[in-house]
């Protein structure tokens, strides 16, 4: 298991309401793990885990990571 100091975390700002953050698994068959919905202005801090690969970001955001930010057009 990874320490978890090691592990990246990204910042995500709803810039519009219903904004729904899904979280991934890691191993052979990717599957859907977890769903978060953000209303305009909320801020979430997700982090990349031994169990989470990645993440999918539907609607407006504003997401921040160690290597910079990127929006979402839709």
Do not use: C
Not at 13 to 24: F, H, P, R, S, Y
Not at 49 to 63: N, P, Q, W
Request: aromatic fraction near 4%; hydrophobic fraction near 30%; avoid cysteine.
């Amino acid at each position: 298991m990874e320490n978890a100091n090691n592990n990246d975390y990204i910042v995500i700002k709803a810039k519009e309401n219903g904004v729904q953050v899904i979280g991934l698994t890691r191993g052979h068959d990717t599957k859907f793990h977890h769903t978060e919905k953000l209303d305009k202005g909320e801020v979430l801090i997700a982090q990349f885990t031994d169990h989470t690969s990645a993440m999918k970001i539907r609607g407006k955001a504003e997401v921040q990571t160690k290597h910079g930010a990127i929006e979402s057009d839709s």
